[in-house]
């Protein structure tokens, strides 16, 4: 089945270590995208990327970072710079062409102990 | 700044009843205005999408209304039942597959 494969599905994560969030399609998607879900905040875009071995920041992007160095794979990093990691975090993928369904994930809850 | 603009926050409604979920938005360069359906723990799906060609579009018991002059967009769920429960975002894009901006999303309680 085609999909997007977000893992894990719970992350624990000690103040100061950087942890990495794992998101893979099968979907021949050209974009990929992150976002992270806060309770009543709706989704704020970090990071996203067209093409391979291209990326933007998004609205959110401080303390994050990402990679895209296979089509199908766009791992994100939560580093110790980001002050407020505890969120649900989003992937999703979209084909390429204008304006098309974006396809998500199933999420990672990452929490902070 | 926001730009696409939710309300209400939340929203009960009794089984059979028509909620509405309006959301406006800003940016004129917006042509793509989808709507997601998130349970808990899930990602969002979609659940219907419009483009500002038209001014509504229906979908089974779901349906779109579009003002493109009041740059306002809103969802109607005719008949509902206690399955849509969930939380639903509006969102927008334009043209070039750049990224949707959301809503802060509707929790929808369909009750018996």
């Known amino acids: 089945d085609g999909g997007i494969t977000q893992s894990p599905k719970y992350l624990f994560r000690k103040e100061g270590q950087n942890v990495t969030l794992s998101c893979e399609q099968n979907?021949?998607?050209?974009?990929m995208y992150w976002y992270r879900q806060d309770p009543g905040q709706g989704l704020r875009l970090i990071y996203y990327?067209?093409?391979?071995?291209?990326?933007q920041k998004g609205d959110i992007a401080e303390g994050y970072s990402v990679s895209r160095e296979k089509k199908e794979s766009f791992p994100l990093t939560v580093t110790s710079a980001q002050k407020n990691p505890t969120a649900f975090y989003l992937c999703a993928s979209t084909p390429g062409q204008i304006n098309t369904e974006a396809f998500f994930g199933q999420g990672t809850r990452l929490t902070v102990v | 700044q926001q730009q696409v603009k939710q309300s209400p926050q939340s929203l009960i409604v009794q089984k059979g009843g028509i909620p509405i979920i309006n959301c406006a938005y800003e940016n004129t360069a917006f042509d793509y205005f989808p709507w997601y359906q998130q349970f808990p723990g899930k990602g969002p799906a979609l659940l219907i999408a419009?483009?500002?060609?038209?001014s509504e579009k229906k979908e089974g018991r779901f349906t779109i209304s579009f003002n493109k002059s009041a740059k306002q967009f809103s969802l109607h769920i005719m008949d509902s039942q206690p399955g849509d429960s969930a939380t639903y975002f509006c969102?927008?894009?334009?043209?070039?597959?750049?990224?949707?901006?959301f809503g802060k999303g509707t929790r929808l309680s369909v009750i018996a």
């Open positions: 990327s067209q093409i391979v071995n291209d990326f």
């Open positions: 419009i483009r500002p060609d038209v």
């Open positions: 979907l021949n998607h050209d974009a």
């Open positions: 969102a927008a894009s334009r043209s070039g597959n750049t990224p949707l901006v």
